[in-house]
């Protein structure tokens, strides 16, 4: 069974323009959901980080929208740039559990 | 930021051979993970390892694997013997404690079993 979905599997935008990229989750028990992002070549790297105490967790450009009642939650990307042209993974964990379940990824891509 | 890194890249072994991939992980880590990623699949947890031991390890984690880090030198996986189902991309990463947060992850190790 696939604890974490994300959708869609690519997507394309248009620099400048805001990607949204979904996750969803059947472990109502999971409490911590990092997004990893992935440049060809390279291993995973954290990019940002929300718990399920909070609806919403912003840095710069990127910012997780969380909804616990529906087991949901997206990144958007604002103002795309082609450098964020990346694979981005969505992880859930238990806090203290030495585990963490990605999803299958989603590919961004960013048109100049 | 902090690095791990892994070696080789890419390994390509025949069927029944024995493959050792190797991790050099960031140098005050105590905990250290493998996972295994399909082509076109998600990551899927393999095992993790503390002070000597595995501590957690998944379905996936066969009796053929094994995992060592003798003297704090590289984290290894070990499998043997190899089976065509074991070609995937192998990432190993660590982290500094027994909560922590942040994974860091190298860059992988292609193994393709012929």
């Known amino acids: 069974q696939q604890q974490v979905r994300q959708s869609p599997q690519s997507l394309t935008v248009w620099e400048g323009e805001t990607a949204i990229l979904n996750c969803s989750y059947e472990?109502?028990?999971?409490?911590?959901f990092p997004w990893y992002q992935q440049f060809p070549g390279e291993g995973p790297a954290l990019l940002i980080a929300?718990?399920?105490?909070?609806d919403k967790k912003e840095d710069g450009r990127f910012t997780i929208f969380f909804n616990k009642r529906e087991k949901k939650l997206s990144l958007h990307i604002t103002d795309s740039q082609p450098g964020d042209s990346a694979t981005y993974f969505c992880a859930a964990s238990f806090t203290g559990y030495q585990n963490f379940y990605f999803g299958k990824g989603t590919s961004l891509t960013v048109i100049p | 930021g902090p690095k791990v890194l892994q070696i080789p890249s890419h390994q390509i072994i025949d069927m029944g051979q024995m493959v050792t991939l190797n991790c050099d992980p960031v140098?005050?880590?105590?905990?250290f993970y493998w996972y295994k990623q399909i082509l076109g699949q998600q990551m899927e947890f393999l095992v993790n390892f503390y002070n000597g031991k595995v501590m957690e390890k998944s379905k996936l984690f066969k009796d053929q694997f094994s995992v060592e880090r003798p003297d704090g030198s590289y984290f290894t996986l070990k499998i043997q013997p190899t089976a065509l189902e074991d070609s995937a991309v192998y990432f190993c990463?660590?982290?500094?404690?027994?909560?922590?947060?942040?994974?860091?992850f190298g860059s992988g190790t292609r193994l393709t079993v012929l």
């Open positions: 929300i718990r399920s105490v909070s």
């Open positions: 472990n109502s028990a999971f409490d911590y």
């Open positions: 990463a660590s982290s500094l404690g027994q909560a922590a947060e942040t994974l860091y």
């Open positions: 140098s005050n880590h105590l905990y």
